[in-house]
């Protein structure tokens, strides 16, 4: 899936790369997607509390080595 957006919080610890998204988030349009790549472990968990509590749709998460990537439909 394409993403309009994409954030790289590799490196960043919790809660930055939540921080970071929901940032960018609020610059997109509706129904546009953001992808995030990040190195924290816990920001998977992390990334289905927020798209719950938000609104935001977690269309997608894949783990490839030490990298995570989100994918999130803004509401």
Do not use: W, Y
């Amino acid at each position: 899936m394409n993403a309009d957006k994409e954030l790289d919080a590799r490196g960043l610890n919790c809660p930055l790369p939540i921080l970071k998204a929901k940032k960018a988030l609020a610059d997109m349009s509706s129904g546009q997607i953001l992808r995030v790549v990040s190195t924290d472990a816990g920001s998977v968990r992390d990334f289905q509390a927020f798209a719950k509590q938000t609104g935001n749709e977690l269309v997608e998460q894949q783990t490839v080595g030490t990298e995570h990537f989100t994918l999130l439909k803004r509401r």
